[in-house]
């Protein structure tokens, strides 16, 4: 099993809908991040927290809001899907600041049409 | 990630060696990370340097230069498997990694 899950994999939606993508660890990390992944943009960061009390805003957070409910799990919402947030979204995880070295869960794939 | 720069493209042959470089502006500096993205997959972690110099892990290496604010990822004996992404990730002063837009490596027979 993955260390760091997401769910759904795969989602269809249309404009206008609430969409949560979800995010589960198991390797005891306090960081948690959500990235967004479009094709020649790159990874960019939406938000990330460092606790479970803490939550911060990446570059690209507008139209998007997040929950940490517990250490193992960070979910990403979009309020009002619109059609250039389609993309893949990623969950990732760190243990601590020495390294910053992040791991990642397999991706979500959102269309809104 | 608008303050990494790296290629977007390159193309190399099965067997050969391939240097991808990047380059990095930051205010404050704890890390440069290389991943490797194949296709619909999540990033995997490569490399991860902090002092100058070049660090070898098998056929990969990755060097860097603080003061030029530089790095490169040295692939030897390329294999088709290494056709992905490789992506180069600058650990700025909080800690998060800000991610440049990636190198798609082709490696051709």
């Known amino acids: 099993d993955a260390d760091v899950t997401q769910t759904p994999r795969n989602r269809i939606t249309k404009t206008g809908k609430r969409i949560m993508l979800e995010c589960s660890q198991t390797k005891g990390h306090d960081r948690m991040y959500w990235y967004r992944q479009d094709p020649g943009l790159g990874l960019r960061l939406i938000y990330y927290?460092?606790?479970?009390?803490?939550?911060n805003k990446g570059e690209i957070s507008d139209g998007y809001s997040v929950s940490r409910q517990a250490q193992a799990k960070f979910s990403l919402s979009l309020e009002s899907a619109i059609p250039n947030q389609t993309a893949l979204y990623f969950c990732a995880t760190a243990p601590d600041r020495s390294t910053g070295e992040l791991f990642f869960g397999e991706g979500s794939r959102l269309t809104v049409l | 990630g608008q303050n990494i720069d790296q290629p977007t493209e390159m193309t190399a042959t099965e067997g050969a060696i391939v240097q991808i470089n990047c380059t990095y502006q930051?205010?404050?500096?704890?890390?440069l990370f290389w991943y490797q993205q194949h296709a619909g997959e999540a990033p995997t972690f490569l490399s991860y340097?902090?002092?100058?110099g070049l660090e070898e892990k098998g056929r990969f290496s990755s060097f860097l230069s603080r003061s030029k604010g530089y790095s490169y990822l040295l692939l030897k004996e390329l294999q088709m498997k290494d056709s992905a992404s490789y992506l180069c990730?600058?650990?700025?002063?909080?800690?998060?990694?800000?991610f440049g837009r990636g190198t798609s490596l082709i490696v051709h027979p």
């Open positions: 927290s460092f606790d479970v009390k803490d939550i």
């Open positions: 990730a600058e650990s700025g002063g909080s800690y998060i990694p800000t």
């Open positions: 930051t205010s404050g500096f704890n890390g």
């Open positions: 340097n902090v002092l100058d």
